[in-house]
């Protein structure tokens, strides 16, 4: 059974960091990307960037470009998403996701976490 677990939200002043890690377990995710959404009050999810497990390649979204960066820890089999320089705009419920392809969308993604609240406060 796969079971993506994330954590590490909350609440932060702007300007502030937060570093949110999402555990992988239930299957062998070698050949998957690992992808972190967020899905703001009252909008669609949207992509923040993925990383691939093996070579630990990531590419980002124009919004995270610079202040959040993704890393992960094989022999942890944890993914995490370091967010510095955090604006009120990046309040949302932020998800982990793993899927096969290089996608930027979600529906191409074939397992999805609880996702964590994260609010950033003016």
């Known amino acids: 059974q796969v079971q993506l677990v994330e954590s590490g939200g909350g609440l932060v002043q702007a300007g502030g960091s937060l570093r949110l890690s999402c555990a992988a377990s239930?299957?062998?995710?070698?050949?998957?990307?690992m992808g972190w959404f967020r899905q703001p009050p009252g909008k669609e999810r949207e992509f923040v960037g993925r990383i691939t497990w093996s070579g630990g390649i990531t590419f980002y979204a124009k919004s995270a470009k610079g202040r959040f960066t993704i890393s992960r820890d094989n022999a942890k089999n944890t993914v995490y998403l370091q967010m510095n320089s955090l604006k009120p705009e990046d309040t949302a419920v932020y998800y982990c996701a793993a899927g096969t392809l290089a996608s930027s969308t979600p529906s191409q993604y074939d397992y999805w976490g609880q996702g964590t609240q994260v609010t950033v406060s003016s």
């Open positions: 239930g299957r062998t995710f070698s050949n998957y990307r």
